[in-house]
Antibody, heavy 116, light 112 residues
Framework: QVKLLQSGAELVKPGASVKLSCKTS????????MSWLKQVPGPSIEWIGW????????NYNQKFKGKATLTVDKSSSTAYMDLSSLTSEDAAVYFC?????????WGQGVMVTVSS | DVVLTQTPPTLSATIGQSVSISCRSS???????????LNWLLQRPGQSPQLLIY???NLESGVPNRFSGSGSETDFTLKISGVEAEDLGVYYC?????????FGSGTKLEIK
């Protein structure tokens, strides 16, 4: 069955970067879109962007351009998101999800804490 | 960005009761391709969101048929016909017609 397994919780210092991973199985990764989303207590969900695993093409929410970089490794069916220059406003739970708009399967989420 | 306004913000229901959640969009969600990219998701406590309905009224595989969606253009509704205990959580509408993809602020369903 379809599985999206995200890496563990991260504690990062302000100004640092972090790379989150989303290892997938149970579907054809190489022809799939993978999305990333941010959830802060509120609750509120924001779409960060998607990447097409076939050719690495990306589509970002303008708000997250320069903050997030999406990549994939087709050999391991894994999607990645780099978050740079972290501030307290980047503290959140981040999800990966399959699809560009369907979002039919989600990872379990990873909490990113930004603190010195 | 498209703003999705969900009402009510909180809903309290007894088991077996039927309830509806409204989602109103600041712009028409009818795409030029003829489809309307309005989805409904449920986030149970401590879990990831789960897709319930896509393109207004299409039930995702494995989702009980007590869930139904309707609407068009800017007004959409999720109905639960006979709430069950497992339905508690936060319901979100989400649109993907206009970039960026946006979510409503959620409706929390509590079981009395």
């Amino acid at each position: 069955q379809v599985k999206l397994l995200q890496s563990g919780a991260e504690l990062v210092k302000p100004g640092a970067s972090v790379k989150l991973s989303c290892k997938t199985s149970g579907f054809t990764f190489s022809t799939s879109y993978m999305s990333w989303l941010k959830q802060v207590p509120g609750p509120s969900i924001e779409w960060i962007g998607w990447i097409y695993a076939g050719d690495g093409g990306t589509n970002y929410n303008q708000k997250f351009k320069g903050k997030a970089t999406l990549t994939v490794d087709k050999s391991s069916s894994t999607a990645y998101m780099d978050l740079s220059s972290l501030t307290s406003e980047d503290a959140a739970v981040y999800f990966c999800a399959r699809g560009g708009w369907e979002l039919d399967y989600w990872g379990q989420g990873v909490m990113v804490t930004v603190s010195s | 960005d498209v703003v999705l306004t969900q009402t009510p913000p909180t809903l309290s229901a007894t088991i077996g009761q039927s309830v509806s959640i409204s989602c109103r969009s600041s712009q028409s969600l009818l795409d030029s391709d003829g489809d309307t990219y309005l989805n409904w998701l449920l986030q149970r406590p401590g879990q990831s969101p789960q897709l319930l309905i896509y393109s207004v009224s299409n039930l995702e595989s494995g989702v009980p048929n007590r869930f139904s969606g309707s609407g068009s253009e800017t007004d959409f509704t999720l109905k639960i016909s006979g709430v069950e205990a497992e339905d508690l959580g936060v319901y979100y509408c989400m649109q993907a017609t206009h970039a960026p993809l946006t979510f409503g602020s959620g409706t929390k369903l509590e079981i009395k």
